[in-house]
């Protein structure tokens, strides 16, 4: 009897302890096989040229580009790339993000490594897996109205603290439009101030603190 290949595995994380954690469960299941590390954006999108592995398994914060772009330029070249985001940024956003940009599966840092292996082997069948709870996170997201790009601009200087009158300079926009931007954004955000607009946008991950 001829058995299935093993199911090829690029791992991309710029945690080197990640890494090798993963790298060692991967080596300790059959049918698993890993074919490169990257611990880059860079890195990551030479490797799976290169490599073409079956699925990626990516941390959502890299040096270089966040995960969602990463596989967004992976999947723009090979569309039927096969990712798995995994992540301590389990937000709304960066959930949508990623699966916006193609990620199939989304897990948290917090499970057990049995759950990421879990995840490999479904996502490799082109099945989508999210741990507890993301699924419920994604489908909220998707009722929501996603900010302008200048409204996202808006809201990441009024999470700084910025006055509108900071706003206006920094972004070179009238008092005006600053006003309407704002107005827009407390609709999306379904909030009534800034205190509570600033809040919402960090909860959500709209707006990133780091």
Not at 48 to 56: G, I
Not at 141 to 155: A, F, G, K, M, Q
Request: proline share 3%.
């Amino acid at each position: 009897m001829i058995s299935d290949p093993a199911v090829r595995i690029l791992i991309v994380d710029d945690h080197a302890m990640v890494r090798l954690a993963l790298s060692e469960a991967i080596d300790q299941h059959d049918g698993l096989e890993l074919v490169g590390e990257a611990e880059n954006s860079a890195k990551a999108i030479e490797l799976y040229r290169e490599l073409q592995p079956d699925v990626v398994t990516m941390d959502y914060q890299l040096p270089g580009m966040n995960g969602d772009e990463v596989i967004a330029a992976i999947r723009e070249e090979f569309p039927e790339a096969r990712i798995v985001l995994l992540s301590i940024y389990d937000t709304e956003e960066s959930l949508w993000r990623a699966v916006e940009a193609g990620a199939l599966g989304f897990v948290s840092k917090a499970v057990e490594i049995n759950e990421m292996i879990a995840a490999i082997r479904e996502v490799a069948r082109g099945v989508p897996f999210y741990s507890e709870g993301l699924e419920e996170k994604l489908e909220k997201r998707r009722t929501r109205d996603s900010l302008s790009p200048r409204e996202l601009d808006v809201v990441r200087l009024l999470v700084k603290g910025c006055s509108n009158k900071e706003i206006e300079v920094t972004l070179e926009l009238s008092q005006s439009t600053v006003k309407h931007h704002l107005a827009n954004a407390f609709t999306k955000l379904g909030v009534q101030d800034r205190t509570q607009a600033s809040t919402v946008a960090v909860k959500r991950g709209i707006v990133d603190l780091g």
